[in-house]
C-alpha cells in the first residue's frame, strides 16, 4: 500500500533555514503536497509539485523533488516563528481522489 | 468564497446520541471528502463524494454515515460513538479536474469528544 514517511521533529533557529523531508513509496503518484498545520486548526496548502518536475521555488519555499529516489524536501528560508507547525508532505495518485498523509514534521523555531 | 466552513467547531456527545456534523464549501468544487485526525498522527481518508456520489468509503463504520445533499453542502451523521471515536474531523473540496496540482481545501475542522 501507499506509504509516506517523515521525520518527527525538527527545531530551528530564528532565521536560518529549515528543511523538511518526505520519502513516499508509491512510484505513481503525480502530484506531491505540503500542508501547514497550526494547532487547533485545519491544514494550510503552502505549495505543491507534478511529478515530472524536480524544483519549485514560491517565495520563502523551494520544493525538490527526487523521484528516482522517492524522496521530497521542504525548504523554508528565513525560518520565522510563525512557521512553527506542524507540515504534512502528501501525494496524490493520478486519476485517483486520494490523497495520502505523511506522518507530519513538528518545526519548532527558536529566537 | 474560497473557504470551506465547517459547523460546529467543538462537539460533545454521548454514546447514545445522535448528532451531525456540516461541511459547506462554494467555490464550485465537485468533489468533496471527510478525514479524520488523532492527537499527532496525519489525517486518514473516511468518504470522497465525487459529483454528489459516494466513490470510496475507506471501510469506515456503519456509525459514520455520510450523506451530500447538494454539491456545495456535506453531512456526517453520528450514532452510538465510541470513545476512541473522539478526533478532529475535517472536511475538504477539490475541483477535481485532473492535473490541476491545485489540491485539496480543507475546512478547519469539528473537534469531536465521545463521553
Known amino acids: 500500500g501507499e506509504d509516506v514517511e517523515q521525520s518527527l521533529f525538527l527545531s530551528v533557529r530564528e532565521g536560518d533555514s529549515s528543511v523538511i523531508n518526505c520519502t513516499y513509496t508509491?512510484?505513481?503518484?503525480?502530484?506531491l503536497y505540503w500542508y501547514k498545520q497550526e494547532p487547533g486548526a485545519g491544514l494550510q496548502l503552502l505549495t505543491y509539485?507534478?511529478?515530472?518536475?524536480d524544483m519549485k521555488q514560491d517565495q520563502r519555499l523551494t520544493v525538490l523533488l527526487n523521484k528516482k529516489d522517492k524522496h521530497l524536501s521542504l525548504r523554508i528560508a528565513d525560518t520565522q516563528t510563525g512557521d512553527s507547525a506542524i507540515y504534512f508532505c502528501a501525494s496524490e495518485r493520478g486519476n485517483t481522489d486520494k490523497l495520502i498523509f505523511g506522518t507530519g514534521t513538528r518545526l519548532q523555531v527558536f529566537p | 468564497d474560497t473557504e470551506v466552513t465547517q459547523t460546529p467547531k467543538h462537539l460533545v456527545m454521548g454514546m447514545t446520541n445522535k448528532k451531525s456534523l456540516k461541511c459547506e464549501q462554494h467555490m464550485g468544487h465537485r468533489a468533496m471528502y471527510w478525514y479524520k485526525q488523532k492527537a499527532k498522527k496525519p489525517p486518514e481518508l473516511m468518504f470522497v463524494?465525487?459529483?454528489?456520489?459516494?466513490?470510496i468509503n475507506e471501510s469506515v463504520p456503519s456509525r459514520f454515515s455520510p450523506e451530500c445533499p447538494n454539491s456545495s453542502l456535506l453531512n456526517l451523521h453520528l450514532h452510538a460513538l465510541q470513545p476512541e471515536d473522539s478526533a478532529l474531523y475535517l472536511c475538504?473540496?477539490?475541483?477535481?479536474?485532473?492535473?490541476?496540482?491545485?489540491?485539496?481545501?480543507f475546512g478547519s475542522g469539528t473537534r469531536l469528544t465521545v463521553v
Open positions: 509539485i507534478f511529478s515530472n518536475m
Open positions: 475538504a473540496s477539490s475541483s477535481l479536474t485532473t492535473g490541476t496540482g491545485y489540491g485539496y481545501t
Open positions: 463524494y465525487s459529483y454528489e456520489k459516494l466513490s
Open positions: 508509491d512510484s505513481s503518484s503525480t502530484y
